[in-house]
Each structure stands twice: as structure tokens, then as C-alpha cells.
T-cell receptor
Framework: DAGITQSPRHKVTETGTPVTLRCHQT?????MYWYRQDPGHGLRLIHY???????DKGEVSDGYSVSRSKTEDFLLTLESATSSQTSVYFC?????????????FGPGTRLTVT | GQSLEQPSEVTAVEGAIVQINCTYQ??????LSWYQQHDGGAPTFLSY????GLEETGRFSSFLSRSDSYGYLLLQELQMKDSASYFC??????????FGAGTTVTVRA
């Protein structure tokens, strides 16, 4: 199994508070991703990174920011959490070798915003 | 943008064959992937098709027709452990995926 951990695994927070989720990999993969998963929507890309300090927006990036200061760590920040950001968040990594973008997913973080 | 369509639910009995279809509309296309996710777990990679045709991996096979913007995942000799959600995903370039909403497969004894 790819070495990906996410922390925290569960979090309950109040509307308006800042929240940071961490993704850590031990595989030295170039690409890292943050997705959110909600019933009926599958996995939707929030932000991704293609190298240290290199990030870009996904399809649902509003209200989220990211940072990647080291190859192994990718942080997702909700500056001011809202109830609509209650979701399960997955981090994924990929090396995109030979044109096959096989992504390895972390265990997920269940976030509840009350 | 991208849109992917797949059935929301499929139910079948142990030993049966299930086919999950996926149709897509994308602005860029490198290939079609399939992922499996058990309840409460992380998605895991099953297969990838870049060219037309059938790819077989054990009991699972995946098919792609680029001209029809269509693919399917075939699950044979269904087992209880195959009860899970299955997602098709389009590679819009060599590092980004766009996922469908998922198909929940329920296997009955």
C-alpha cells in the first residue's frame, strides 16, 4: 500500500472557524490532490499540486486554500468553515508514469461543520 | 468541462455478471479509469484503458470505445466482497482525473 496518511481522521468544528487538514506521503510522488466526497457527487477535485510550492485549482476550490512546502506534505485549509463544507476529504498521490494516472488515496478525513 | 454518466445502483446475486456502463463528455481525453471503494474506505485503482478494446484483470474487465465516448466495467463471478461503489474516471491530461458519481453494487446471497 502507498504510504499516505491524513490527519485528523475526524473533526467537528463550528461555522466560521479555520480548519487545516494534513496529508503526508512517504512515496516521494510528484502529484498530490485534495478531493471532497459527498453523496451523489462522487469525488470532486478541490486543489492539486505538481511540485513543491506549485499548486492549482480544481473544480470546487472556492473557500479552500492549499500549501505544499515539502514534497511529502500537502495542507488543505478552510479559512472560515461553512456547513456546506461538511464532507469526507480524501488526499491522493500520483506519479503519472507512462501516461497512466493511477492515484493512491489516503484513508480520508470526516469533517463536520456545525 | 467534463461530465460522466453511470448508473447509481446495481443489484445482483453471487456468481452473476454485472456490467457498469460509463459515458463521458470531456474537453480532453487521455484514458478511462475505474476505482473501487468499499463503505467507509478509500478508493482503490482497478483498471485503466487508453486504447479501444477490452482489458482483463482476473474477474474484472474494462472496455473502452473512444469513438462512442463509452466504457464499461465487467464484474464476473460476483462475490459478496465485490459489494462496493465503483467509479469511472476520465484522465483529462496525464495527471488530472474527473470522476463520475459512482455506482453502488450490492451482491445478494
Amino acid at each position: 500500500d502507498a504510504g499516505i496518511t491524513q490527519s485528523p481522521r475526524h473533526k467537528v468544528t463550528e461555522t466560521g472557524t479555520p480548519v487545516t487538514l494534513r496529508c503526508h506521503q512517504t512515496e516521494n510522488h510528484r502529484y498530490m490532490y485534495w478531493y471532497r466526497q459527498d453523496p451523489g457527487h462522487g469525488l470532486r477535485l478541490i486543489h492539486y499540486s505538481y511540485g513543491v510550492k506549485d499548486t492549482d485549482k480544481g473544480e470546487v476550490s472556492d473557500g479552500y486554500s492549499v500549501s505544499r512546502s515539502k514534497t511529502e506534505d500537502f495542507l488543505l485549509t478552510l479559512e472560515s468553515a461553512t456547513s456546506s463544507q461538511t464532507s469526507v476529504y480524501f488526499c491522493a498521490i500520483s506519479e503519472a508514469l507512462a501516461g497512466v494516472n493511477e492515484q493512491y488515496f489516503g484513508p480520508g478525513t470526516r469533517l463536520t461543520v456545525t | 468541462g467534463q461530465s460522466l454518466e453511470q448508473p447509481s445502483e446495481v443489484t445482483a446475486v453471487e456468481g452473476a455478471i454485472v456490467q457498469i456502463n460509463c459515458t463521458y463528455q470531456t474537453s480532453g481525453f487521455y484514458g478511462l479509469s475505474w476505482y473501487q471503494q468499499h463503505d467507509g474506505g478509500a478508493p482503490t485503482f482497478l483498471s485503466y484503458n487508453a486504447l479501444d478494446g477490452l482489458e482483463e484483470t482476473g474477474r474484472f474487465s474494462s472496455f473502452l470505445s473512444r469513438s462512442d465516448s463509452y466504457g464499461y466495467l465487467l464484474l464476473q463471478e460476483l462475490q459478496m466482497k465485490d459489494s462496493a461503489s465503483y467509479f469511472c474516471a476520465v484522465s483529462v491530461n496525464d495527471y488530472k482525473l474527473s470522476f463520475g458519481a459512482g455506482t453502488t453494487v450490492t451482491v445478494r446471497a
